[in-house]
């Protein structure tokens, strides 16, 4: 497993820990000002959060969450090489709240646990692949009428990948290329 160059953790219990990013295809993870400004957002509901990362990639995400006081993080990711290093950055941190599956994230969501109880979900598919989409509109069947859950996605095009009338931007911004989003589901 070649490592790349390392990212760190900006905030929370293992602020400034560095995590290794693998030299594979597609992973490009979360930049620090988007993670910034995108756990702010999240401050006042992130302490005893239960995440859901569907595409976790280099884990920065799920390692951010847990780092600021989430209660629990559930990791999708379907690239092995990937996994393992996330498993291996889990045992180094001592992450106890995180549980790491190697799985496709949209046939997970296709059987999803009959116990869905997440509270905050990251959507940060690769950019090429046009799983946005399809997964928002998992998601919008899948979340009990009765949950408030707060979405975030981010993609390289300012076009919106959902219907209007099934959710709302809660908080938008553009950092470079990047637009990144948080949602709430509209009931």
Same mark, same amino acid.
């Given at each position: 497993?070649?490592?790349? !160059? %390392?990212?760190?953790?900006?905030?929370?219990?293992?602020?400034?820990?560095?995590?290794?990013?693998?030299?594979?295809?597609?992973?490009?993870?979360?930049?620090?000002?988007?993670?910034?400004?995108?756990?702010?957002?999240?401050?006042?509901?992130?302490? %005893?959060?239960? @995440?859901? +990362?569907?595409? *976790?990639?280099?884990?920065?995400?799920?390692?951010?969450?847990? %780092?600021?006081? *989430?209660?629990?993080?559930?990791?999708?990711?379907?690239?092995?090489? *990937?996994?393992?290093?996330?498993?291996?950055?889990?045992?180094?941190?001592?992450?106890?709240?995180?549980? @790491?599956? !190697?799985? +496709?994230?949209?046939?997970?969501?296709?059987?999803?646990?009959?116990?869905? +109880?997440?509270?905050?979900?990251?959507? +940060?598919?690769?950019? =090429?692949?046009?799983?946005?989409?399809? @997964?928002?509109?998992?998601?919008?069947?899948?979340?009990?009428?009765?949950?408030?859950?707060?979405?975030?996605?981010? !993609?390289?095009?300012? =076009? !919106?990948?959902?219907?209007?009338?099934?959710?709302?931007?809660?908080? %938008?911004?553009?950092?470079?290329?990047?637009?990144?989003?948080?949602?709430?589901?509209?009931?």
């Amino acid at each position: 497993m070649a490592v790349q !160059h %390392s990212i760190r953790i900006i905030g929370g219990t293992w602020r400034g820990r560095k995590l290794p990013v693998i030299a594979e295809e597609g992973l490009r993870p979360t930049p620090d000002r988007v993670r910034e400004t995108l756990f702010n957002w999240l401050a006042p509901y992130m302490v %005893s959060a239960k @995440c859901l +990362d569907l595409f *976790a990639g280099t884990g920065i995400l799920s390692f951010e969450a847990l %780092s600021r006081g *989430a209660a629990s993080v559930t990791a999708l990711e379907r690239n092995k090489k *990937a996994v393992q290093a996330i498993e291996k950055t889990q045992i180094a941190l001592d992450a106890l709240g995180m549980q @790491c599956i !190697h799985t +496709d994230a949209l046939r997970w969501l296709d059987t999803p646990p009959p116990d869905w +109880d997440f509270d905050i979900i990251f959507l +940060d598919p690769p950019y =090429q692949s046009n799983w946005l989409a399809p @997964c928002l509109k998992r998601l919008y069947n899948i979340i009990p009428n009765t949950k408030e859950c707060l979405i975030y996605f981010e !993609h390289n095009t300012a =076009q !919106h990948p959902f219907e209007p009338s099934q959710y709302e931007i809660y908080k %938008s911004q553009k950092a470079g290329q990047i637009y990144y989003y948080l949602l709430k589901i509209v009931r």
